[in-house]
């Protein structure tokens, strides 16, 4: 069974970063058509999908079950947000840490994923580690964006491009600060 080539994991990693804001986007309009305000559940899941569908799609010259990756990843991502919409509906409303949850998110991401790839399990502590600093890193990258655009006033499509980059960088964060456990936790090396 081949490894799982760093590059191509890092690219894939980057491309369902940027291809979860859309679908959170989508996801939040299409809750709100339902009559759900304000709900947070779409960031969890909309970031969920795009990152856990296309990692899948890395990982499927290694043997990986992608369809068990991508649920794994959804589901780990996705629920702190929707703890945090229960609550609220409860009457026990959380302050909105879009932060924090992601960060948790990617913890529980990475449990779930070592049901997807069993060769993770020997090496589990560094995989959850890195996945846990990926995310965080990959939300720092957001916050720095939402800083600098009003610290710095950024206005107009060049402000929009400089918001964009600088938060779509996440995705390379995450990615590269996984891909850096790649060869070690490797099912043919575990």
Do not use: K
């Not at 009457?91 to 060769?119: E, K, T």
């Amino acid at each position: 069974m081949p490894a799982v080539s760093p590059r191509r994991w890092i690219a894939h990693t980057l491309a369902g970063w940027v291809a979860g804001v859309p679908l959170l986007l989508g996801l939040s309009m299409l809750f709100e058509a339902g009559g759900i305000q304000h709900a947070n559940a779409p960031v969890g899941i909309g970031m969920g999908a795009g990152i856990g569908l296309l990692q899948a799609r890395a990982l499927r010259a290694a043997g990986v079950r992608g369809q068990a990756w991508a649920t794994a990843t959804i589901a780990g991502v996705a629920l702190p947000f929707l703890v945090s919409d229960l609550a609220r509906r409860l009457g026990l409303p959380l302050p909105y840490l879009v932060y924090p949850f992601a960060a948790i998110g990617g913890l529980l991401a990475s449990l779930l994923q070592l049901r997807a790839w069993p060769g993770l399990r020997p090496r589990a502590r560094g995989w959850i580690a890195a996945s846990t600093a990926g995310w965080w890193l990959a939300c720092s990258s957001v916050a720095l964006a939402d800083l600098l655009s009003h610290r710095l006033h950024f206005v107009g499509p060049a402000g929009a491009l400089a918001y964009l980059a600088i938060a779509c960088s996440g995705g390379l964060l995450l990615g590269m600060a996984t891909a850096s456990m790649l060869t070690r936790l490797h099912p043919n090396r575990a």
